[in-house]
């Protein structure tokens, strides 16, 4: 039988939280079958409040601490009407009461915030949860980078080194350096791409692409780019 | 040119999103406007540094900083993203003291000429309406784009946050119901669709690293548009266009032949009803068939006229 198959709402149930045994015998008493299994202990005892401080720490996001948990901000989330684990509301807790560990579970799934803003707009205490969300993100990526997608870090790359390099996004090359640094070289010449990328050498879009140069003196401007918070 | 504007267009406009600068380029000029370039221009950041606090306003207050340093205060941007960090770091400049003294002393220190006052960051849509004004806009119509069935698209970053009082705010836009491009295309002539998708998010964030999520938001918004009963979809922003118009198959094959719509920019309606050629407009650089539609319209028009 599937692991928790007797439980109703199974779904709102993580694996990792049920208990389940062969024969179990407790106080003496046989409750082996449907009735040995157990959901762990939802007592939340050791508060770790390292991502809170280090999202305060963070100019932009320190509107944190104006969230009242009303959940304005999932309600009109775009990704979380793709993703049903992402929930702006649920990070924000989380974070705020120290429940370190599940975030950093679902740290695959922070990052997908596309950023349009919807629930900061939608926030009525003033927080700008967009950018709150966004920087939980980038404390995730530093501290578990491992359980976030290769694609992520991917395009986070491609994008900072272009930035502090050249100053200026040249798309084609970015999209080239995402594909490289996955292996994925190749789908620059799928039918998809292929039409767009003649295209561009046959009306010169492609070489303005290459030769858009980078501002004057660009070497002092770097660290800001390449900064972390 | 009786009028002279500072313009910012960005690496996009630059490059490969080619079409919506020359078409913003023809429309200003047709209705007066001198576009100055915002020089030694960087990327605004993209949105991309927006997790790393005080630096995230660095590379948009630099450019503002350019700006002020050419005399000019008012720049018209017509990238949705550009808009929005430009508008970002101006309105931290101006509100946010303490933010506003960190962005001075880094591009001091980067030997950038600082923000001095405060810039007033203008989208292009908003410009056109409220400062060169539908009227004028009308009176430069020469080929009305009548029975061409219009989806306006806004995408996020136009009017959102509204906390943040850009210019589209300040000019009294619609903070959930925006309209001035509405205004726009039927000032143009063009029979305006409304649907359920004009300012959903396309994810394009995320086009690159998470294709099947931006496949699916694009999908969504293409389909609601068509399903509403538009031919064409007008849009807004160079990164709206990367997954709308040059990705559209991947719309297509997350939720199927209903999301198979032309994808155009608004400036390129404005420029073909201004009198402009197809290939001026920059309609051949679309990728989703937005030239074959304005080239049937254009042959209905020409049967329809009286001769």
Known sequence: MAKGAGIVERSLVRDADILEHENFVLDGIDVSGRWNTMLKSRVHASRDLQAWDAVRQNLVATSIDRCIQCGMCTAGCTVAHEIPDFNPRQFIYWVRTGRTEELKQQANVVWRCVGCYVCTHHCPKGVNTAEVIETIGQWLATVVPNRMDPAFHANHHAYRRQLARRGRLSLPMLQATFLRSLGRQHELWSPEMQKTVLKMLWDGRAFKALAMGRPRRWRKNRRHVAAQA | ?307
């Open chain 2, 1 to 307: 040119m009786s009028r002279e504007v500072a313009y910012f267009p960005g690496c996009s406009l630059k490059t490969i999103d080619r079409a919506y600068d020359v078409s913003t380029r023809l429309v200003a000029r047709d209705l007066g406007l001198g576009l100055v370039e915002v020089e030694d221009y960087a990327c605004c950041g993209a949105g991309e540094l927006k997790g790393n606090g005080i630096n995230s306003y660095y590379l948009p207050a630099r450019n503002l900083g350019h700006l002020l340093r050419q005399g000019q205060v008012d720049v018209m941007v017509s990238c949705n993203v550009c808009y929005h960090e430009l508008s970002r770091a101006a309105y931290a400049w101006t509100h946010q003291a303490q933010i506003g003294e960190q962005i001075n002393d880094m591009l001091r220190a980067a030997g950038e000429p600082p923000m001095t006052q405060s810039a007033s960051v203008r989208n292009t849509l908003d410009y056109l309406i409220n400062h060169v004004g539908l009227e004028a806009i009308s009176r430069r119509v020469v080929r009305p784009l009548t029975g061409l069935r219009v989806a306006p698209y806004y995408g996020c970053l136009y009017h959102r946050p509204q906390a943040m009082v850009s210019s589209v705010q300040v000019a009294g836009e619609h903070p959930e119901h925006p309209h001035f491009m509405h205004d726009v295309l039927r000032t143009l002539g063009a029979q305006v669709i409304a649907h359920p998708a004009e300012t959903t998010c396309c994810g394009g964030k995320n086009l690159l690293s998470d294709e099947e999520i931006a496949g699916r938001l694009t999908g969504r918004i293409l389909s609601q548009a068509k399903a509403a009963g538009a031919e064409v979809l007008s849009l807004m922003c160079p990164k709206c266009a990367g997954g709308l118009d040059a990705l559209q198959p991947r719309a297509v094959k997350a939720v199927g032949e209903g999301a198979r719509l032309p994808v155009v920019y608004y400036t390129q309606l404005m420029a073909i009803a201004f009198g402009h050629s197809p290939e001026a407009s920059g309609l051949r650089e679309m990728e989703s068939g937005g030239l074959t539609v304005i080239q049937r319209l254009m042959r209905q028009l020409a049967s329809a006229a009286p001769v």
